[in-house]
Each structure stands twice: as C-alpha cells, then as structure tokens.
Nanobody
Framework: QAQVAESGGGSAQAGGSLTLSCVVS????????TGWFRQVPGKERELVAL???????????SVKGRFAISRNTARNTTKRIVTLQMNSLKPEDTAKYYC????????????????????????WGTGTAVTISS
C-alpha cells in the first residue's frame, strides 16, 4: 500500500509563486500515474496536472501556462517525488491541493466506467492548503 504525502502549501500574493512537493512511497507500475488536484468547499475536485508513466501531461484549463508538473526520473529509487511549480498565482487558485498516484489506466481527465478516470487513482494524500491574496 503506497503512501502519499504533500508539502509546500501556504500563502502567497497574487502574481507570486509557490512550489508544492509530493512523495509517493512506492515506485512501481501501480504508482506510475501521478497528479495534482485541488478542491474548495462545496465544489468538485478539479484536475490541476496529471503525468502518465510515459511523460504525457494533462493540465486543467485554468492553470495552463502558469503551473508545471515534474517528477524525479532517478533510477534505482524506491520513491517518486512529484513537484508542482505554481506561477502567476491568482486568488482563485486558493484551495486544498492533493497529490495522487495510481495505475496508468486511470491517468485521464475523461470518463472511466461512469466516473472521471483520475478519481479512480488508488493513492491519495491528505492535502496541503494554498491561500492566495489579492
């Protein structure tokens, strides 16, 4: 059972930058899809950035051109480290940000079996809060 832990949340001014980090305790096929998501109270979970085993990346429309996901590619490692660089921050980026990992078959923003594919990712962190002030 892989574990996921986020860090790096906090507060920033609009126009500023923050970097979030995520450590996935297992480096295997079952964690080869990794992504960042966010949620505000009363709203559905939103895709921020998703990276598949082959490096394919999918960004949410609201963060395209401002956020960038990256992942460590070191060999012989037992962990995955996934980073989200957030630039040109806006007050509407305020949310709780979650990191997740899972199988590549769920590494899409489309629908799988009646639900959004990425919601089927197996391993989720507890989230880190980001607050952007104007």
């Amino acid at each position: 059972q892989a574990q996921v832990a986020e860090s790096g949340g906090g507060s920033a001014q609009a126009g500023g930058s923050l970097t979030l980090s995520c450590v996935v305790s297992e480096h295997s096929a079952s964690t080869s899809c990794t992504g960042w998501f966010r949620q505000v109270p009363g709203k559905e979970r939103e895709l921020v950035a998703l990276m598949d085993y082959d490096g394919r990346i999918e960004y949410g429309d609201s963060v395209k051109g401002r956020f960038a996901i990256s992942r460590n590619t070191a060999r012989n490692t037992t962990k995955r480290i996934v980073t989200l660089q957030m630039n040109s921050l806006k007050p509407e980026d305020t949310a709780k940000y979650y990191c997740a990992a899972g199988h590549p078959s769920n590494c899409y923003g489309g629908y799988c079996g009646g639900q959004v594919c990425y919601n089927r990712l197996s391993y989720w962190g507890t989230g880190t809060a980001v607050t952007i002030s104007s």
